[in-house]
C-alpha cells in the first residue's frame, strides 16, 4: 500500500488522514478569524493553539468524528461544525488565560 492510499483508507471513525487534515485546516482559518495563534502537525494530524505567545498550548485532534481539546475531561464538538468548535476552543482559551469569553 503506497502512503496515498494509506492516507485514503478510513479509519474507524469514518474520516480518513487527509479528511482530517482537511477539517483541521478549516479549523486553522476560523481559529485564526478570531485571534487566536495556531500551529498546524499534518504528521499526526493535529493542531495546537494558544490565546497568546506566552500562554500554554492546547492540542486540538480530531477523534471519533469530533474535534477534541483538553484530554483531561474530552472537551468535544462535531467536526462537522468547524465555525462552532472554533468558537468554543476561542472561548475556552480565551477565559483560561483570563481574556474573557469572547
Excluded at 4 to 22: F, I, M, R, Y
Excluded at 50 to 64: F, G, I, M, N
Excluded at 68 to 79: E, F, I, K, L, S
Aim: charge should be negative; charged fraction near 30%; glycine fraction near 6%.
Amino acid at each position: 500500500m503506497t502512503a496515498q492510499e494509506a492516507s485514503q483508507e478510513e479509519t474507524p471513525a469514518g474520516l480518513n488522514h487527509a479528511q482530517k487534515v482537511d477539517r483541521l485546516v478549516h479549523l486553522c482559518r476560523e481559529l485564526a478569524k478570531r485571534g487566536i495563534r495556531v500551529e498546524m502537525s499534518d504528521a499526526r494530524p493535529a493542531v495546537l493553539v494558544r490565546s497568546t505567545l506566552t500562554a500554554p498550548r492546547v492540542s486540538v485532534e480530531v477523534v471519533d468524528g469530533a474535534f477534541v481539546w483538553r484530554r483531561d475531561d474530552y472537551d468535544r464538538h462535531p467536526a462537522e461544525d468547524v465555525a462552532g468548535a472554533a468558537y468554543r476552543i476561542a472561548d475556552y482559551l480565551k477565559a483560561r488565560d483570563g481574556d474573557g469569553p469572547e
